[in-house]
């Protein structure tokens, strides 16, 4: 534990006080407040009713700025790569990799140290920016959130914290497989751009090919194909993200995958309470959980494997 620490303590500090940090924090701060600005006055001019209208902020695109949902959907994932992509690789190049494992710290304290501090990191940084906006929301509406609206941020801010982290192992896992940084970087961005743009876009045309190998088109085929697009659209850790979030931050929503009529049919439009809400989303909540651990598990189990020495 005490090499741990002191590896947390060391990259932390690195971290808050690093220009890397600064620029990501005044970015994400500036996109989330202009969209949270314009979106409160969206708001005030055609919603007359304030129930959930504190959640709205983060969920009502206004004109064109997207949501705050779409910011963080977009942004987060540059966040995660920006801050670990060459948290190992970086010490190998230096030459700093084996003097620090030298020292009386354990191997597994150095991996561990790093991700715990750069995840640390985005928690400080997103809880920060949250309150900013909250608090902005919060003035714009001239309006009290209550106490179910600010479970609802806190779950939504606990989701944002997961995708992230998600997309600091995949950095991490690059970071121990590939010397080059700048490679590991390349990397990265590769795969925000696989999972982004075209994991969509490979589902929609699996499903379209499903649907086109049916000779009699019915309503089951149709059904079949939409559940196989939303399948293998959730690979990807965007998916899991909106439908998480949307859910959370939207209490009238009240399935993630296709509705029927025979659903809507005697259905109450009452907005689910918190608890159904994180029912209905354990699934992708979990989904997020597992792929973070999965890529801190191949960046750990290789960095325990490498041989330092040859470095």
């Not at 971290?15 to 940090?21: A, D, E, I, K, M």
């Amino acid at each position: 534990m005490r090499g741990l620490l002191a590896v947390f303590r060391k990259e932390l500090a690195d971290h808050l006080g690093s220009r890397r940090f600064l620029i990501l924090f005044a970015l994400i701060l500036l996109a989330g407040m202009s969209s949270v600005y314009v979106a409160a006055q969206s708001i005030r001019d055609q919603i007359s009713d304030s129930q959930n209208a504190f959640l709205l902020l983060f969920t009502t695109a206004s004109g064109p700025l997207p949501s705050f949902i779409t910011f963080i959907s977009f942004l987060g994932p540059l966040v995660g790569l920006a801050l670990a992509f060459d948290s190992i690789n970086g010490e190998w190049n230096r030459g700093t990799l084996s003097r620090l494992l030298a020292q009386p710290i354990y191997r597994d304290a150095v991996v561990n140290g790093k991700f715990l501090a750069a995840l640390t990191t985005i928690a400080i940084m997103l809880t920060s920016i949250f309150v900013i906006i909250g608090a902005l929301g919060i003035w714009r509406l001239a309006l009290i959130p209550t106490g179910e609206e600010l479970l609802r941020v806190l779950v939504f801010l606990f989701i944002c914290i997961l995708y992230v982290g998600f997309w600091l192992a995949l950095a991490t896992t690059f970071s121990v497989l590939l010397r080059q940084t700048a490679t590991a970087a390349l990397a990265g961005i590769a795969a925000w751009i696989f999972f982004t743009f075209f994991v969509g876009m490979i589902a929609d045309s699996i499903a379209n090919l499903f649907v086109a190998l049916n000779t009699v088109i019915d309503p089951t085929a149709a059904l079949q194909a939409e559940q196989l697009r939303l399948m293998l659209a959730r690979i990807s850790p965007n998916t899991l993200f909106q439908e998480a979030t949307l859910a959370v931050l939207a209490p009238k929503i009240r399935t993630l995958g296709p509705i029927l009529l025979n659903d809507v049919i005697g259905a109450l439009p009452n907005p689910l309470s918190l608890s159904q809400s994180l029912l209905l989303i354990w699934p992708q909540v979990v989904g997020l959980l597992a792929l973070m651990a999965l890529c801190f598990a191949v960046a750990y189990i290789k960095f325990m494997r490498q041989e330092i020495r040859a470095l």
